[in-house]
């Protein structure tokens, strides 16, 4: 159903993205942020899920910022060490710079435009939404909110996280939700990762529900 395309940000750089177009005229825009795995292919995935209910799904590839261009890796522990390896090197700064770029191209085409970000993803949803003309912001599990916690948000946002994920403390959950009370905020019994059927983690669920939930806000929020 997609295709892959090059984007500039404002800095000049050049980078990939993978654009699911949907077959009748966009409802609207929703940019898909990657998990620290690249544009794979279950963000692909994601991306034609998004196209086959009306909308244009864009997913910018972060990792085009470094030497490991077109990243697109699995879920073994080797492939979870050279993820966390490359994330570490960005800026949040950055990412909002290709983010932005491809806000700007929806914005061209006359789309309002929502975020959805997945794990290290779903912190630069957050962001997005509190950075960038977006009018919603759906955040899965993104485990480095709480440095940002007191960003106020432009948009209505909605989060998910699980409530066995080790790296997000219910603590951090709660915290969060009282940062941003008009927030909606859900907790699922699930393991992080639980939105993605290529993991051990994926509970199917939890996946359906949080995206039953996302899925209202976009019709509500972006058309």
């Known amino acids: 159903m997609g295709m892959n395309i090059n984007l500039t940000a ?3 750089h050049s980078f990939g993205a993978y654009r699911a177009d949907p ?10 942020i990657q998990e620290i795995f690249g544009v794979n292919d279950h963000i692909r995935e994601v ?8 909308y244009l799904a864009i997913a910018p590839a972060l ?3 470094t030497d490991n261009k ?3 890796l699995g879920y073994t522990p080797d492939d979870i060490a050279v993820g966390r390896d490359l994330k570490d090197v960005f800026s949040w700064d950055l990412c909002m710079l290709d983010v932005k770029a491809v806000v700007d191209v929806m914005t061209g085409e006359g789309l309002k435009i929502g975020t959805v970000g997945y794990c290290w993803g779903g912190t630069i ?3 997005a939404g509190t950075r960038l003309p977006v009018a919603a912001s759906v955040v899965y599990y993104g485990g480095q909110i709480m440095p940002y916690v007191n960003e106020k948000e432009g948009c209505p946002m909605l989060m998910h996280f699980g409530e066995h994920d080790a790296g997000i403390p219910l603590d951090d959950v709660a915290a969060i939700g009282k940062a941003h009370p ?4 859900h907790t699922y019994d699930a393991d992080h990762g639980f939105n993605c059927d290529h993991r051990g983690t994926y509970n199917e669920a939890a996946a359906v529900m949080a995206r039953q939930r996302t899925m209202e806000l976009y019709g509500q929020q972006v058309g």
Do not use: T
């Open 10 to 12: 404002e800095d000049g």
């Open 23 to 32: 077959s009748a005229v966009a409802r609207g825009g929703i940019v898909v």
């Open 47 to 54: 991306c034609d899920g998004f196209a086959a209910d009306g």
């Open 63 to 65: 990792y085009d910022r």
């Open 125 to 127: 949803s957050y962001l």
């Open 70 to 72: 077109n990243c697109q």
């Open 182 to 185: 008009d927030a909606e905020v």
